[in-house]
């Protein structure tokens, strides 16, 4: 099977040659799109995205939340999914299931983050919410994949005291949408793959 981190590599580069002008707008339309006021002015650094695209430096999942939310594509969330499809499917705690975790995440934060900076122009609130609330539930999802993965590592120990001190399982959601504060999500995206091969 091809490497996928090279192939997200390739989807990447295919992004910003295809939906922009040059590194230098695809750059600055990604500062602002992660800008608190959706414009970051001479804050983004077009070095970076050119070091990306040759492949010396990796693209990180808040490279392909702004890409795929200002191009509107989907093609390389849809090749993360795929990954896991050719390998025949999730099997508990495996790397596949945690790929698939990954790409979730990426997709729901995506969709978060349009419905987010849709508000600012005249947006659903309602959908928004929404959105945000689905992020919580992937990242839910996760941190128990991932700690179940943990308890596997530790000769399948899957007991309470095993946890780190202090820290409590997840409150699931309300399946009725009850409001849910954000900052008490300890949920983080990852922020980069590992480092991604050039593509030949």
């Known amino acids: 099977m091809a490497d996928p981190r090279a192939q997200v590599h390739a989807l990447m580069r295919g992004l910003v040659t295809r939906h ?77 299931t945690i790929l698939q975790h990954a790409r979730a995440l990426i997709k729901e934060g995506s969709e978060g983050a349009s419905a987010l900076v849709a508000l600012e122009d005249g947006g659903s609130v309602d959908e928004a919410v929404s959105e945000l609330l689905d992020i919580i539930e992937v990242a839910q999802a996760a941190i128990t994949a991932t700690e179940n993965r943990g308890s596997h590592s530790r000769n399948g120990s899957a007991d309470p005291a095993s946890r780190p001190e202090g820290r409590a399982m997840p409150r699931p959601v309300n399946s009725a949408r009850e409001p849910v504060s954000l900052s008490s999500s300890r949920g983080r995206l990852p922020r980069s793959f590992s480092e991604v091969e050039r593509d030949v």
């Open 20 to 96: 922009f002008p040059s590194q230098q707008s695809a750059a600055k339309e990604m500062g602002d799109f992660w800008h608190p006021t959706g414009d970051c002015g001479d804050g983004f650094d077009t070095a970076d995205l050119s070091r990306k695209m040759n492949g010396s430096r990796s693209w990180t999942f808040t490279d392909i939340i702004a890409l795929q939310a200002i191009t509107g594509s989907t093609r390389v969330t849809d090749a993360m999914a795929a990954v896991g499809q050719d390998a025949g499917g999730p099997k508990a705690g495996d790397a596949v």
